[in-house]
């Protein structure tokens, strides 16, 4: 290419992209903004519209919780703590702490994989602001409480066979570790 | 060529300063004599048959007798590739530079240098690369102890949780 | 303003027999203070509001909406916040320098409204000289540009006060030969004066007069871009390179100075062009009121002012940054030879038709809406292949 | 005529700085606006991720694996289980090994795009990076409702992957890449074949292929140099042979071969297959398991080996010996940005500072990834 023919075609590639460039965002003056105007300006709280599958700050059903401490071995972190003991007399399993430290939690989502009834879980809860690391455990046992034992038949109970219901929905589109749960949509 | 073929090669080329050929799955590996390791590596490079162009990764393993550092090589030209390694002593492990070799090996050798203490005879900058200067210390070695505090930083955060029984987990 | 004095004089509102020049003097820093507050400062917040809107619309955003209506307020409370930060002067810095730089950079902003010519009868000072003028005081920039850079004691503000100094420097010089074709068809500096040679319908602008001045308007409009260090060429404030350039190291209403110069300039420019190219305040006589006549004139003028000002943050939006060699380039090898060759192409044409061509206006607008035509085909185009409705989060 | 006496400057580039992609630092010896050499300082991220390795156990190390490279997280998830899978020899179900690169792949779309956008910002141009940030969100938003996470994914198991596609994700995924195609063709409009951006880019820390090889640089920053190797074709792993893609090589088409323009062009081609590869797994995705059974308390035999993954910054190389136990001996992550980062010294020598600014970024170096 020659000068003079090359310094016409730099002007001109110039001024044709430029051209382009500008149609492109002139474009974008009539599109929709995308952006949230969290958290006042929207129809619904954003916690209702995560997915379900969303992992925000752990919760646990204290009801349906088997003492099993599979969450708490399966925490790369440690920031569970769980102290389950043996009543002597009644031969009853007896929780007296299930503490969670939601300031130190990475929300992997390994523990509530590990649980057998999905009595620990995440929500979509994810607004945990506070002053103090202190008040970010969560402690779930305010009084110790009995360990859930799983029955031989489906659970009668009123008071637990909802939860332990939705404990079980929740491991089954959680797709339990073992990949035995059938796939949730059909393939193409 | 495959992995052992090659190594056998350069088992061919240096006799007894090949040390060792592990024919472990799934990565079977040469234990090259730590004062070869250079030779060793130009022939693997320049070598018309193995033109290993690429280091692709250099790793130190600290095993508590001993101090290993693993040479992942590569060829581009003929898409094949081979792992030497060399043992070094624990105390004072120290072995010649690949830096003349693969450029590439500059950096990773500072890093293992930093991590495992390994010091590389002959290399152009040897210096701490992702520790600070002034840490004491090489944390990938077994033995490690993390200090309590950096220039005053502590580097620890108790657990603010307490647990009511004594029991260790 | 003459006879304004004379007037103030004559009421005897200063008592009796007072200093002429003094009288003149309290005039002149009342009527500036009123056109600074007035005007110059209120665009300059509004236009940092209007940047950020349009910004955001072309980036798929919002946008500021929270400060009164639309967020309307917005640049009040950015004023307010800044004004009430820590002036900080690092102890490095040489602190007479560094504080007096800002000044110097909101007088080279406040000099030019002087001779801005709202209307055929509202401007300050019709200077003989006026585009002149206005270029000379509008590179005055630069002094205070290169004293921030160098008072910080920052390498980044250093070497954004020296690419600064280097660059408006530069292009000055295709700016200047840029004005030069208009001076040529008018044969006059005065604002008043170029407005007048041109009428109020687009083929009567210089825009439109001949391909030289459609070309030179263009350089100048680029021209001005980069000395207002103006994306692509705020190389200076660079903020992926320099951080924030020369305005590094300040803070507070020091700051604020410098920004609100900065996107004050933008009305200059527009009204640089405005005067020059495209008609100014020139509006088809409908009325004999002086008055509605003034007020249809200035919001001709400030219509086309505002503009310009627009496609300046479109084009920010848009175009990325150049380099400094390249800034360099553009303007040496690229703007320079152009307008040489501009200023000689419309020295012919005036000498071929003194009177200018009729029928050449008219073509080249017709040229315009062609392009213009084209340029809409093409935002439809993206407009169409985009499909903007796939939201996949039910939120919004 | 007399030379003109110049003084040298050393500026401190980093480790705040807007450019700096995370937090780098460089020491820059300048002359005026022409660097001498700018001298790459690094570990201001260093998490010791290898040594938190063998604390933590080889289930609960894959968290982890995340922030290394918070950007396209997916493969190094992918190559933590992939590595232990090899030393375990475990088989993953096919309908496992789709999730992956169905996953991955809309990882590598969205890196790539944070890539390019932090390029064009770097080079001041503001808008296109809110462009692909809004097309990230989409892209987080779909792996979002497939894994929970729009960052630190924790997506893949070893064997396998943790969570089936959930119903009707197929669908939203095939109705975003119809979106995606034509929005690639305008982000090119605005910004990749715009003259500015060109001549910023062209002619820029050209590396020559002997050079990229001899300094282990991999991905796209490899195949800029003209060098057509990628992993998923030359070392085939999980189901990529399954797919028809091209692999995108540089050709020095803007300005000499292996220049800035070339690794950024290779991205955004990058792109264009990634989605291709898409629309082929979302079509032909098998029934059945997703994750393999592995027993819960995981121990690989004593033993070592190594995995290269094609991630966003290319080939990764994971080296995992184990010892027997259940927590791993020893794992190394041999990342694309620390060889491209090795690469920056030797490249600056009589460059501008601006374009420091835009070698990083088109060397798509992520600071975490250098200093794990």
Not at chain 4, 75 to 104: D, H, S
Not at chain 4, 162 to 184: N, Q, S, V
Not at chain 4, 251 to 266: A, E, F, T
Not at chain 4, 286 to 292: D, E, N, S
Request: aromatic fraction near 10%.
């Amino acid at each position: 290419m020659s000068a003079v023919s090359e310094y016409a075609h730099n002007i001109k590639d110039t001024v044709s992209t430029i051209f382009e460039g500008m149609a492109v965002t002139a474009s974008h003056f009539m599109r929709k903004p995308y952006t949230v105007q969290y958290p006042d300006r929207m129809p619904v709280r954003v916690q209702d519209t995560l997915p379900f599958r969303y992992r925000g700050i752990l919760e646990v059903d204290l009801e349906i919780c088997t003492g099993c401490l599979a969450c708490e071995r399966a925490c790369p972190i440690d920031c569970i703590v769980i102290v389950a003991d043996k009543d002597q007399q009644t031969r009853q399993l007896l929780l007296s702490q299930f503490d969670i430290d939601i300031a130190k939690c990475m929300y992997c989502g390994l523990c509530s994989e590990a649980c057998p009834t999905g009595s620990i879980h995440h929500t979509t809860e994810f607004e945990g602001a506070d002053y103090s690391l202190e008040s970010l455990i969560r402690r779930f046992v305010k009084d110790p409480v009995i360990a859930y034992k799983a029955k031989k038949g489906p659970e009668t109970d009123p008071r637990i066979a909802p939860i332990l219901s939705r404990g079980m929905a929740y491991l089954d589109q959680w797709a339990q570790p073992g990949g035995e749960k059938p796939a949730g949509e059909e393939p193409a | 060529m495959e992995a052992l073929q090659i190594l056998e090669r350069v088992k061919n080329r240096f006799g007894d300063r090949v040390l060792e050929i592990s024919e472990k799955k799934p990565d079977p590996f040469a234990v090259i004599d730590p004062n070869a390791i250079v030779e060793v590596g130009r022939f693997m490079n320049e070598d018309p048959e193995l033109a290993m162009d690429c280091l692709s990764n250099e790793s130190g393993v600290d095993y508590k007798d001993r101090v290993e550092v693993v040479y992942h090589l590569f060829s581009y030209q003929h898409r094949h590739g081979a792992v030497l390694k060399v043992k070094l002593p624990r105390d004072n492990p120290s072995v010649a530079t690949l830096e003349g070799v693969w450029k590439s090996a500059n950096w990773m050798e500072r890093e293992i240098f930093d991590l495992l203490g390994v010091n590389f005879e002959g290399h152009s900058d040897m210096r701490r690369i992702l520790m600070p200067e002034d840490w004491i210390g090489h944390p990938l070695r077994k033995d490690f102890v993390e200090p309590p505090e950096y220039h005053g930083i502590s580097t620890v955060r108790e657990s603010p949780i307490v647990r009511l029984d004594t029991k260790k987990k | 303003m003459q006879t304004l004095i004379q007037n103030l004089i004559a009421s005897g509102a200063f008592g009796k027999n007072p200093p002429r020049d003094l009288v003149a003097a309290i005039v002149v820093f009342v009527m500036s203070l009123v056109v600074f507050l007035a005007i110059a400062l209120p665009f300059a917040g509004i236009v940092t509001w209007v940047e950020r809107r349009v910004w955001a619309r072309i980036q798929s955003r919002v946008g500021p909406n929270r400060v009164g209506p639309q967020g309307f307020l917005q640049w009040l409370a950015d004023g307010v916040k800044i004004v009430c930060k820590e002036d900080i002067v690092p102890d490095e810095a040489d602190a007479r320098l560094f504080k007096l730089a800002p000044f110097l950079v909101m007088l080279a902003f406040t000099l030019p409204w002087a001779v801005m010519p709202f209307s055929s009868s509202l401007i300050l000072a019709d200077l003989n000289v006026g585009i002149l003028y206005m270029t000379a005081v509008t590179a005055l920039t630069v002094v205070g540009v290169l004293m921030a850079g160098w008072a910080s004691n920052n390498k980044w503000s250093l070497i954004g006060g020296v690419r600064s100094a280097a660059q408006i420097v530069s292009y000055e010089i295709p700016a200047g030969l840029s004005i030069f074709p208009v001076v040529l068809m008018t044969g006059t500096l005065s604002m008043q004066g170029i407005i007048r040679g041109q009428g109020w319908a687009p083929q009567h602008w210089f825009l439109f007069a001949n391909p030289f001045t459609f070309v030179a308007a263009n350089i100048l409009y680029m021209s001005s871009l980069a000395e207002a260090n103006r994306t692509p060429f705020d190389l200076p404030e660079a903020e992926s390179e320099l951080v924030a350039g020369f305005a590094t190291e300040y803070s507070g209403w020091r700051y604020a100075c410098f920004s609100m110069a900065e996107w004050g300039n933008l009305f200059i420019i527009g009204a640089i062009i405005t005067t020059l190219f495209l008609g100014g305040w020139q509006f088809p006589h409908v009325t004999n009121n002086v008055v509605a006549m003034n007020v249809l004139e200035l919001i001709t003028f400030s219509v086309k002012v505002l503009f310009l000002v627009f496609l300046s943050m479109w084009i920010r939006a848009t175009l990325p940054r150049v380099r400094i060699d390249q800034l360099m380039t553009a303007c040496w090898k690229y703007f320079v030879p152009i307008s040489f060759v501009n200023m000689i192409g419309t020295a012919v044409w005036v000498a071929i038709w003194p009177d200018g061509n009729v029928a050449m206006g008219y073509i080249m607008f017709a040229g315009a809406i062609a392009l213009g035509a084209i340029f809409i085909q093409r935002v439809i185009y993206y407009l169409r292949r985009s499909q903007m409705e796939v939201y996949l989060n039910p939120t919004i | 005529m007399s030379t003109l006496r110049t003084e040298e400057m050393t500026l401190n580039m980093g480790p705040q700085h807007p450019s700096t992609h995370g937090v780098l630092r460089f020491v820059v010896r300048a002359d005026g606006e022409v660097m001498r050499e700018a001298i790459p300082d690094v570990g201001y991220l260093h998490r010791s991720i290898e040594k938190i390795a063998e604390k933590v156990g080889y289930r609960g190390f894959m968290p982890y694996t995340d922030r290394v490279d918070y950007v396209c997280a997916m493969f190094t998830n992918q190559g933590w289980g992939m590595v232990c899978e090899k030393l375990a020899g475990i088989e993953v179900p096919k309908r496992g090994e789709y999730c992956r690169v169905i996953a991955a792949e809309f990882n590598r779309i969205a890196s790539h795009l944070l890539s390019v956008g932090a390029m064009a910002m770097d080079i001041g141009a503001m808008t296109p990076f809110a462009h692909v940030i809004r097309e990230r969100e989409m892209i987080n938003d779909l792996i979002e409702e497939l894994c929970g996470a729009r960052l630190t994914f924790n997506y893949m198991r070893i064997g396998g992957v943790a969570w089936d596609l959930p119903p009707g994700w197929r669908e939203k995924a095939l109705k975003y890449l119809d979106h995606f195609d034509p929005i690639l063709e305008e982000y090119n409009a605005l910004i990749s074949w715009n003259k500015i951006y060109i001549e910023r880019l062209a002619n820029v820390g050209v590396i020559t292929p002997a050079d990229a090889i001899n300094y282990n640089l991999v991905g796209p920053n490899l195949r800029a140099c003209g060098i057509k190797w990628d992993i998923r074709k030359d070392i085939p792993y999980s189901v990529y042979p399954e797919f028809e893609f091209e692999v995108p090589v540089g050709n020095g088409q803007w300005g000499k071969l292996g220049d800035s323009m070339d690794r950024y062009v290779v991205r955004i081609r990058e792109m264009a297959e990634s989605s291709k590869i898409l629309r082929q797994a979302l079509e032909k995705i098998p029934p059945g398991a997703v994750l393999a059974k592995v027993v819960r308390n995981f121990k690989p035999p004593a033993g070592e080996c190594q995995i290269r993954v094609e991630s966003g910054r290319g080939d990764m190389g994971w080296y995992l010996v184990s010892d027997g136990t259940g927590y791993p001996w020893r794992v190394h992550v041999r990342t694309g940005s620390f060889a491209a980062m090795g690469i920056i010294q030797k490249l600056s020598a009589g460059l501008m500072i601006a374009d420091l600014v835009t070698l990083i970024a088109s060397l798509d170096v992520i600071a975490p990834e250098i200093d794990r």
